[in-house]
């Protein structure tokens, strides 16, 4: 098989065209996009007496059979920055829908904070949140959420309709959505009139109309098939590299966190369990359940040569190939196999490691192995 | 409870010990009975004061209603709307009002429907009975557009609001079980008999379908389609108009025609309080005993349910927002709308060179009142025998005992039987409500016609249970039958209740029987299509079990089948008693007598007010009663199925 032809390696690749372009996360200083936090939702009779008190401790069946209620989001914070692809990851019924739609507040928050750039959301009146709503956020569904009676291009426009946007200007705005998500000559169908991809295109084109500052997306591709999975998570890509909005992306497919996400929390019951780059999560796990979750990954694609170096010992051979510690290890593998000296790891122009060639080759033998 | 763990304990199995103690209470009934007959009956009395004390009522109603100002208002209103809609027909004209429902016809449905539709009011025309029909087109057009008014607001704040639906469905839920008759009186109490009045009991009765199915619309709308409008901040008000609206469309539709449909039920009927139109025809020639001249008067009615349903029927999917898609079309449909128009103006002008365009012309008029007599008297000659032996072995071997029975016993008694009845079928709750209502039965001092009313509804819902039932089965197994029954089936629920008496009245004449036999052809239709769509549904895996395990299909019938659509059939039950109690009323017009007399000869005479307003209560007590005790156990019927699903 060669490299081009061979899913895991363009997998690679993918990735780590993602890793290299990544800016780095918030450097200390300025605001992020979004924060969220010490968010709770709690569904049922309880809602707002529930926080506070011991019960929130309870397991989930003994919690229900007391109260009658149950806690979708317990204490979540975490901040996305600008330009940032943020994905949150976790099995179905963790509480993800619920968390995406706390921060437009679809879904009214039990307590916590959800600040845009600042500002907490929950303190706007009706009129603000439709603002916000309007201007500056905009969210893609699982299920699509088009308007079966509408054409494409009055689906496409709507957004812009309800804020009293000029038809000629809504339309003119609509056609170049539609056109950039690839859908030109749909304008004129109706949703039931195309696949499930070309109508998740309708979707992302309505939410692209809106130039918002957060695009949210709740399990945009799980009702889709593998193939035009990957081919929309390309879509999602290009347009991130084009429009370069702050993203928040639900998924509950690990593969498709690791190629998309700068950033990744996992979601157990409600709760955040690890937050960290794609190659935190694959490289230190922070329990079983996560380990779990990446037990299957290629970690050669994902891994950087910083989580295989060791320390530089007084008798290693120094002049072997020389790599930022950010390289992923598949991409070391060529030069490991040309030396049979340990490969120098360097970071800001500084020596802070070395990796020896059979490390290399048993990281990448290992997620073949496991694969 | 105790009494019937004791047993078990004694080595009896429960089920059998359950049984055992049915079997006593019904032996101890029994025996009460036999000794007790005759006692503490509650004989019939025409001078009971409560009918005096509500004559007065209505004497001081009378003499007050023009200073109460908001049932003036009312009154005057909606007679104004009637008023409007006849001054419209008649400024049209009869070629006017051909032509306009062609032209609906043409729009809603192609040139196929409108050729149906004006070859339908032309035969109104041709029995001479246009200006009959126009007046009930009036009457119920008046009431179809203020029904929808009120119904259809209510239906959408009822889909969008759970707390309002909570609200509402138990107040439609019983005026849905309320048999038609029953609104009459206390409204003629309030606004006296007349047009204005039939109008209003028509829109009441018609409101209900109109709340309910538009809230089912709204609610139906995928709830994906709200949330992403709401996450794109579209106010309340864009969501209802730009999504909810536009999706329920076609099923608002569906609710425009059950409440056409509806309306014009009840609107044959109000020519009890003296509205004239074709429901006065048909009153007077049954009163007349002429069966050709109402069998003339019921065709057109049944003609204009089938012109009315056919055209709001495509109305509806021409109200669909996905119908009319491509731009080339809207051209088209552009100069349809224009040649419509042109047609309907042309031919109200037309209308005024004609000495008088009210009045279908005299020339062209086709009686069929002289060969239904024919046929009627051939009929009469050659089975008359025959029908009155069914008659009179009907009333000896079921009806006379019965009532007998129910008539003799001590009240008491018989409140206590039906009480314990409830409890079993139904439960404590339902047991309290029948006990309540009989007891008002009681005070309302027409506990003898209340049995005699109770007989014969008795009766009539065992034989449409049973004949529904069986028709059902088969429908259900036998996919040939069911394509036969199925037309029929749909022709029989778009006809007014009135017209079923007139088949009935002339094979058998005015009786007792007469009524019950009318009461089975209109309530079997529905219970036939519940039972069958219980069958139905019955899990195809279920079904594909049993017959691996190799049942023969008579059990898979009565140990899978049926067992499983239990809820289905009592659902159809409580839909058969409802309609059969209502048409029993109706039959007082065909001789049922009871309750239902009392109710029509308060309309009539002036002193038999106050009895007539007693009767309509009690119907309305009994219908409550027998709807709780079936309706406990199967859950309340849904409209949609039960009259056209
Ligand atoms: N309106 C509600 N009322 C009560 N409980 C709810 C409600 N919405 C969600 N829940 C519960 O909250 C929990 C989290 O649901 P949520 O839809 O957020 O999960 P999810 O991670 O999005 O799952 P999936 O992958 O299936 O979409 C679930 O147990 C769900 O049953
Ligand atoms: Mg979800």
């Known amino acids: ?371 | 409870m105790t009494a019937i763990t004791a047993p078990a304990a004694s080595g009896l199995d429960p089920r059998t010990a359950r049984r055992l103690v049915y079997l006593a209470m019904a032996a101890a009934a029994a025996v009460l009975y036999l000794v007790l007959a005759g006692q503490s009956t509650l004989p019939h009395d025409e001078e009971y004061p409560l009918f005096g004390s509500l004559n007065g009522v209505k004497a001081w109603v009378d003499e007050h209603r023009n200073s109460i100002l908001v049932f003036s208002l009312i009154r005057e209103g909606v007679g104004g709307l009637v008023g409007f809609f006849e001054n419209v027909i008649a400024a049209l004209g009869w070629p006017g009002v051909l032509a306009a429902t062609g032209a609906l016809g043409a729009i809603f449905g192609g040139w196929r429907l409108a050729v149906m539709t004006m070859l339908g009011m032309a035969a109104i025309g041709l029995l001479g009975l246009w200006t009959s029909g126009m007046d009930t087109l009036a009457q119920m057009l008046a009431a179809v557009v203020i029904a929808l008014l009120i119904g259809i607001p209510l239906g959408i704040i009822g889909g969008r609001s759970k707390r309002f639906a909570a609200v509402v469905t138990p107040i439609l839920d019983v005026m849905q079980i309320m048999p038609t008759f029953a609104y009459l009186a206390p409204l003629t109490l309030l606004f006296s008999i007349g047009v204005s009045t039939a109008a209003i009991a028509t829109l009441i009765y018609a409101i209900p379908p109109a709340i309910r199915i538009t809230a089912l619309g709204i609610r139906a709308v995928p709830d994906a389609s709200v949330e992403a409008a709401q996450s794109l901040g579209s106010t309340r008000w864009q969501v209802l108009r730009k999504v909810q609206l536009p999706l329920a469309r076609r099923t608002i539709g569906i609710g425009v025609n059950q409440t056409i449909m509806m309306a014009l039920s009840m609107v044959v009927i109000t020519a009890v309080i003296g509205a004239p139109g074709l429901g006065a025809d048909v009153l007077r020639a049954l009163q007349q005993v002429n069966v050709g001249l109402a069998f003339q008067a019921g065709l057109a009615i049944v003609i204009l349910a089938i012109v009315l349903d056919r055209l709001t029927d495509r109305a509806g999917e021409w109200m669909d927002p996905r119908f009319r898609k491509t731009d080339a079309n809207k051209a088209r449909r552009r100069l349809l709308y224009l040649a419509a128009l042109g047609t309907v103006v042309a031919a109200t002008l037309l209308a005024r060179g004609l000495p008088d365009p009210a009045e279908f012309p005299e020339a062209v008029k086709l009686s069929l009142v002289a060969p239904v007599n024919d046929v009627i008297k051939w009929i009469t000659t050659n089975f008359g025998e025959g029908t009155a032996s069914i008659k009179d072995a009907f009333s000896v071997v079921l009806l006379n005992p019965l009532e007998g029975v129910l008539t003799s016993a001590p009240w008491w008694l018989v409140i206590g039987v039906v009480l314990a009845l409830a409890w079993l079928i139904s439960g404590v709750r339902a047991s309290v409500v029948a006990g309540v209502c009989l007891v008002l039965v009681v005070l309302l001092g027409l506990w003898e016609h209340g049995m005699q009313t109770l007989a014969s509804v008795l009766i009539a819902t065992a034989l449409t249970l049973i004949l529904g039932g069986i028709l059902g089965i088969l429908s259900a197994r036998h996919d040939r039958f069911r394509t036969i029954l199925r037309p029929i089936l749909d022709a029989a629920q778009t006809m007014p209740a009135f017209v079923y008496l007139i088949p009935a009245v002339a094979l058998f004449s005015p009786s007792r029987f007469t009524a019950i036999v009318a009461a089975l052809v209109y309530a079997i239709p529905p219970v036939i299509r519940l039972v069958d769509v219980g069958i139905r549904t019955v899990p195809a895996t279920i079904v594909e079990a049993a017959t691996a395990a190799g049942s023969t299909s008579r059990q898979l019938l009565w140990k899978v089948q049926l067992p499983l659509s239990r809820r289905a059939l009592l659902v159809a039950a409580n839909q058969g008693i409802v309609m059969v109690l209502a048409m029993v009323v109706v039959g007082a017009l065909v001789g049922a007598g009871a309750l239902g007399y009392d109710v029509i000869a308060g309309f009539a005479q002036g002193e038999d007010f106050g009895k007539g307003l007693a009767a309509g209560t009690a119907i309305v007590l009994l219908g409550i009663m027998l709807d709780r005790i079936t309706q406990g156990a199967g859950g309340r019927p849904s409209t949609e199925v039960a009259r056209g699903g």
Request: proline share 6%.
């Open chain 1, 1 to 371: 098989m060669t490299a081009t032809t061979d899913p895991a390696a363009v997998a690679a690749t993918d990735t780590e065209s993602r890793l290299d372009a990544r800016p780095r996360r918030g450097g200390g200083t300025g605001t992020p996009t979004l924060g969220v936090n010490h968010l709770w939702k709690v569904f049922g009779p309880a809602e707002h007496k529930l926080i506070g008190t011991p019960d929130v401790d309870l397991a989930r069946d003994e919690l229900r059979r007391k109260t009658g209620s149950m806690i979708a989001i317990r204490d979540v914070s975490f901040q996305v920055w600008p330009g940032e692809v943020f994905v949150v990851m976790g099995l179905s019924g963790s509480g993800k829908s619920t968390l995406v739609r706390c921060i437009t507040r679809l879904i009214e928050p039990t307590a916590g904070e959800v600040l845009l750039d600042g500002d907490d959301i929950r303190k706007a009146n009706a009129e603000k949140l439709r603002e916000l709503r309007r201007r500056r956020f905009s969210m893609v569904f699982q299920h699509f959420g088009l308007l079966p009676h509408r054409r494409v291009l009055d689906n496409v426009a709507y957004p812009l309709e309800i804020r009293g946007e000029e038809k000629a200007a809504r339309y003119k705005r609509a056609h170049e959505m539609i056109e950039l998500v690839g859908l030109k000559g749909h304008a004129d169908s109706y949703p039931d009139q195309l696949s499930g991809g070309m109508q998740q295109r309708v979707g992302l084109a309505r939410a692209l109309a809106v130039d918002p500052e957060v695009m949210l997306f709740d399990e945009p591709f799980s009702a889709l098939d593998p193939l035009i999975r990957r081919d929309m998570q390309n879509e999602v890509m290009r347009l991130h590299r084009e429009v370069g909005k702050t993203m928040v992306f639900i998924t509950h497919d690990l593969a498709e966190a690791l190629r998309l996400g700068d950033h990744i929390v996992i979601m157990r019951d409600g709760k955040v369990v690890q937050s960290g780059r794609p190659e935190e999560l694959v490289g230190a796990p922070a329990d079983d359940y996560v380990a779990d979750f990446v037990r299957d990954v290629p970690k050669a694609n994902v891994l950087t040569l910083r989580w295989v170096m060791r320390p530089v010992m007084p008798d290693d051979a120094l002049d072997g190939p020389e790599f930022p510690a950010t390289t992923i290890i598949r991409r070391s593998l060529h030069a490991a196999i040309e030396t049979d000296k340990p490969l120098r790891v360097v970071e800001d122009g500084r020596l802070i490691g070395v990796v020896d060639r059979w490390h290399i080759l048993a990281a990448i033998a290992g997620g073949e192995r496991e694969a």
